[in-house]
Each structure stands twice: as C-alpha cells, then as structure tokens.
C-alpha cells in the first residue's frame, strides 16, 4: 500500500539509474514531485517540478529544497573513485543539503547511503546496523559521514532521517554477490514508501535489499520502519550460476562484503 502523505517531495539524483526507476513510481507519494539534478534532463510532465542544482553549490540547493516537504535524497557520486568529485558532492553536497533542509523546516529525509560503508565485513558474517562501519574505500567513507551528518541533524534539529545502506538495485542481479545485495526496484520503492510513511522514523539505518535467501544483513533493528520486501533474487539464481564462475575464496572481491569496490579507485589494495 501506498500512502500519500506528502504534498511536495523531492527527488534528488533524478537523472541516475535509481531516479529514473522511482520517477513515476513516487507519484504516488506526493501531490508534487520536484526532481532534481545537475544538467538538464527533459521536461518535467504533470505533477512534476524541476529544479537543477549541483549538489555542492549550497544556494542552489536551498533553491531545491525550498517548499518541499521531505525528501529522498540519491544524488551524488555512486562508485569508487578519484576523492575530489566524491568530496564535491557526496561531502560537501550532502552538507549542503541538511543546511538547507534545517533553513527550510524540512522534517524527514531518506538518504541513499550504501553498504559499501560496511563492505570490509566477511561475506561470511551476518551484521546489524549496530556493526560499526568498515568501509571499503573513500565512497564507502562518503555514505558514513552522510550517515553520521543525519543523526547530528537529527539530535540537534530533530530531522528525522533513514539511512538506507542500499545493496545493488538494478533489474536483475549481475552476478553471485549480488544474489546477496540485490535490491528490486520495486522493493526500494516499497522501503522508500515505508520509511517515508512510518509514523516515527528517529534516526535509522536500514539494509536496503530484497527476501534474498542469502543474506549478509540483519534488518531487526530496523522493525519501526516496517518495510516488508515481496521481491528475491532466488528466482534468478540458476541463471545467474550458469553464466559465471565459481569465486576465488583467496581473492578480496570473493571475500568482502564490498566485492570489487574493495580494490576499485585510486589507491588500490
Ligand atoms: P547514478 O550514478 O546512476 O545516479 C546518481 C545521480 O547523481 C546522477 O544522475 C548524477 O548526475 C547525480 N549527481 C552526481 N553528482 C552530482 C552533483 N554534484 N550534483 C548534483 N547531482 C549529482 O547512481 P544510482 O545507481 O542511481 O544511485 C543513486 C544513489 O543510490 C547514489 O547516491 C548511490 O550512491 C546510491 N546507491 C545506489 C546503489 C545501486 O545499486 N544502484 C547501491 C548503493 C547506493
Ligand atoms: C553501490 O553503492 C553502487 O552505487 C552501485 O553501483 C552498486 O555497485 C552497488 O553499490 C553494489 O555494491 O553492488
């Protein structure tokens, strides 16, 4: 079920490959859905704002955040890289964005944080929200000071936010790690929804991934939220063996949580 509780909602990372799969499908949240990027992406149709902001530009972003009511927050740099445009927008920009949202009386956000904050745990462990971070590079370090920057906003300026570690949201898991992170675009939606509509959402982090029945992640202290996945990556697991290769147990990227964001970017392993 969806329920409308906002009028106007903001979606930044609009132009990205999550923004464009919950475009239409959080109309059904909001009266108004303000999308937001940094260039130019088309016309917004009925019932759509656009603002265009980059995300390290702070009185662009008080534009973009000015008369909404809540926001879901995915835009940024999503992967390992080279540390200045992960600074720009995942640092700068996030700060930018809760200054705006206390400016604003923004009172709820969902950040897209992501489990490469906790990606140098053991494929072999299972981990709460309680874990206390590991990540697995700078983007990893990125998501934990957004994660870290919310519960300060939260504590100090009551806005309430969910962190949502999320696993790998695409069509389909690519390969065998991801029959473990897989997130369906319907259930981010179905988490999303959950997590803007809860009645009290304090300060939580959040696993975002599907009824996978493999699992690294334990979302029992994440109840309140009440978010009941309906999608598995199960159904897609003999195909997803029958085109890849057994791991190499001695290879970082077969033993991490992260995978090969372990070894990305510039600095190696
Ligand atoms: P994406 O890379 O396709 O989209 C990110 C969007 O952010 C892009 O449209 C880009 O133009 C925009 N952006 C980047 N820098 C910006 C800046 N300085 N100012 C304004 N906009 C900027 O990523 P995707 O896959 O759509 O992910 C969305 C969010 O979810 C990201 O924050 C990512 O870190 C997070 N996430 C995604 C996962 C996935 O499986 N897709 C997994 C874990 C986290
Ligand atoms: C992420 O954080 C990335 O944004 C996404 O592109 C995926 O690679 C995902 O993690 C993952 O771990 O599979």
Redesign the pocket.
């Known amino acids: 079920m969806t329920i409308k509780v906002h009028e106007r909602l903001l979606l930044t990372g609009a132009a990205g490959?999550l923004g464009k799969a919950l475009r239409d499908r959080l109309k059904a949240n909001c009266t108004v859905l303000r999308l937001s990027d940094r260039a130019d992406f088309g016309d917004a149709v009925a019932g759509e704002e656009m603002v265009l902001a980059d995300l390290a530009d702070a009185d662009a972003v008080g534009a973009m955040v000015k008369g909404v009511d809540a926001i879901v927050h995915l835009g940024g740099v999503?992967?390992e890289g080279p540390f200045e445009p992960i600074l720009q927008a995942n640092i700068l920009g996030v700060f930018n964005l809760y200054e705006a949202a206390r400016k604003h009386a923004v009172k709820r956000v969902i950040f897209a944080s992501?489990?490469?904050v906790t990606?140098f745990y053991r494929q072999s462990e299972t981990i709460t929200a309680d874990h206390p971070p590991r990540p697995d590079g700078m983007?990893g370090v990125s998501?934990a000071f957004g994660e870290d920057l919310s519960r300060l906003y939260f504590d100090r300026y009551g806005i309430e936010t969910a962190c949502i570690r999320?696993?790998?949201?695409?069509p389909e898991p690519r390969d065998r790690?991801?029959l473990a992170?897989w997130l369906s675009y319907d259930d981010l939606h179905r988490l999303i929804t959950a997590c803007l509509t809860t009645p009290v959402l304090g300060h939580s982090i959040v696993f975002g991934m599907s009824d996978n029945a493999v699992t690294w992640w334990d979302n029992s202290r994440a109840r309140h939220i009440g978010y009941v996945p309906q999608d598995s990556s199960d159904v897609f697991r003999d195909a997803v063996y029958a085109r890849t290769q057994p791991p190499d147990l001695t290879d970082p990227v077969a033993i991490y949580q992260?995978?090969g964001?372990v070894k990305a970017g510039p600095f190696g392993f």
């Open positions: 490959g999503s992967v992501s489990n490469h990606g983007y998501k999320i696993g790998s949201s695409f790690r991801m992170t992260g995978g964001f």
